[in-house]
């Protein structure tokens, strides 16, 4: 079984505990990943409501004013932590990763993100695909990968200006100018992957409303 079979076969058959989504949490494994204070931190499950947690990243360090975690995902393997943290008066955002050892520390920092996931490659490598945002818009996305070959790259970029987001297009427009053989063994996990774009869209402009009634 190649990767990417790996890959969608752990897409089909992840329990959705393994990954459940609160706000601005994310349990994933056996632990629960969340901002306490001004901080990134994680505990483990049965433990998330006690003060027995570990600080993975102060968002101090950013020099950001009133920074907060807005979205939080977690590698495959759980070797690395990506959050998007924004501030109060302003839609910009900047996605941090952290890799997770028994000193955690940030490996990277990308601005003005407005979504990512990440996913295994065919080397099974961590890599990380995250929109750039742009006058609101996002019409490219870019691949970091991290690890022993660790790399950022421009994957692709929209020019249809019709299009407002680049995530939604992502997989239906790039996947097919790759191999014929390649594109025959990931047709289905392109499906799940721009069903997951769209939703994590959809959630965040859930939240934007959501964030504005409460005011």
């Known amino acids: 079984m190649d990767a990417f079979e790996k890959v969608r076969t752990k897409l089909e058959t992840q329990p959705q505990e393994e990954y459940e989504i609160i706000n601005a949490e994310i349990k994933h ?3 629960v990943y969340y901002q306490e204070g001004c ?8 433990e998330a409501d006690s003060d027995n947690y570990e600080v993975l990243f102060n968002l101090e360090e950013l020099k950001l004013d009133q920074p907060f975690i807005d979205c939080i995902r977690v590698a495959p393997d759980e070797k690395y932590v990506a959050a998007k943290i924004r501030t109060e008066n ?8 952290v890799k997770l050892s028994d000193q ?11 979504s990512f996931e990440w996913v295994k490659d065919e080397e099974d490598e961590d890599v990380l695909f995250y929109t750039f945002q742009r006058n609101l818009r996002c019409h490219e996305v870019y691949r970091a990968t991290f690890g022993d070959n660790k ?3 421009r994957f692709y970029t929209e020019k249809d200006p019709r299009c ?8 239906s427009r790039v996947v097919p100018v790759l191999s014929a053989d390649l594109v025959s063994k990931c047709r289905e996990l392109k499906k ?24």
């Open 29 to 31: 494994g056996g632990f």
């Open 39 to 46: 901080c990134l931190v994680r505990s483990k499950d049965e």
């Open 90 to 97: 302003s839609e910009t955002s900047t996605c941090i990763v």
């Open 104 to 114: 955690p520390v940030m490996e990277a920092s990308f601005p003005n993100v407005s």
């Open 151 to 153: 790399r950022n790259e």
């Open 164 to 171: 407002q987001n680049a995530a939604v297009t992502l997989f």
């Open 192 to 215: 799940i992957i721009i069903l997951l774009f769209c939703l994590l869209e959809l959630i965040y402009r859930v939240c934007q409303i959501l964030s504005i009634w409460d005011t």
